[in-house]
């Protein structure tokens, strides 16, 4: 897959789901499909994200990425999305909400339908919320819609909830909520060398768990299949 590109799809109607999608965990993958299944209406399937994560950019998380770029773009895909637009955050950073939507979803991406989050924020200091977005696709006669909290035994699923059951051995949990298996790349800086580690499955023994709630600690970059 490409990165999406103005001037080659700038006649065609798109369908656009909004986010980071840091994992494509089970919330994630209903905003993804919401996206994909406007192909049937016509529109180009394509999912709008960045290279780095905003929250590590402005200081906000260090806790490093769920998934690699190559990774999601893989996984997004396979879940149907034709074209994913990932430009530098940092470009974008000091860009107002308003002119955010109006000038990049609307008019680069010609979106017709918008797709996002309910806890979806954008624009400069993250002044854009759902409501703000609302307003300006009903302006521009272009649907959105809001995917409400996907939830697990009374929990938001979330990037930080499933980092937290890996942190803590939960992997059986953490799989289920990723709808894949988790899997553990560390680095070691001072050679510059990155290795990978065995698959971490649901039956995996406390052991193993163990180390793998030691492992987490150097947490680069985590994989997903």
């Not at 624009?123 to 300006?136: A, P, V």
């Not at 553990?184 to 709630?213: A, G, I, M």
Request: a positive charge; proline letters at 2%.
């Amino acid at each position: 897959m490409q990165n999406f590109t103005v001037s080659e799809h700038e006649k065609l109607n798109t369908a656009v789901a909004l986010g980071f999608f840091d994992g494509l965990h089970k919330g994630h993958r209903r905003v993804i499909l919401s996206a994909v299944e406007q192909k049937k209406n016509g529109l180009l399937p394509v999912c709008f994200t960045f290279t780095q994560s905003p929250k590590e950019v402005l200081g906000k998380s260090s806790k490093g990425a769920l998934m690699t770029t190559e990774d999601k773009l893989k996984t997004l895909e396979s879940l149907g999305i034709e074209h994913t637009f990932s430009p530098d955050f940092k470009k974008l950073m000091n860009m107002s909400a308003k002119d955010f939507v109006e000038k990049i979803i609307f008019g680069n991406l010609n979106a017709k339908f918008v797709v996002c989050g309910f806890n979806y924020r954008f624009g400069k200091n993250g002044e854009g919320n759902t409501e703000l977005l609302k307003k300006l696709c009903d302006e521009n006669g272009t649907k959105l819609k809001v995917i409400e909290p996907e939830r697990d035994d009374g929990d938001v699923v979330s990037s930080t909830l499933i980092r937290l059951l890996v942190s803590e051995g939960s992997i059986r949990r953490a799989n289920k909520l990723l709808c894949s298996y988790f899997w553990l790349f560390c680095r070691d800086h001072s050679r510059k060398k990155t290795w990978q580690r065995t698959r971490y499955s649901d039956n995996q023994s406390e052991t193993s768990r163990k180390s793998c709630r030691a492992e987490i600690r150097c947490l680069c970059v985590c994989r997903y299949a």
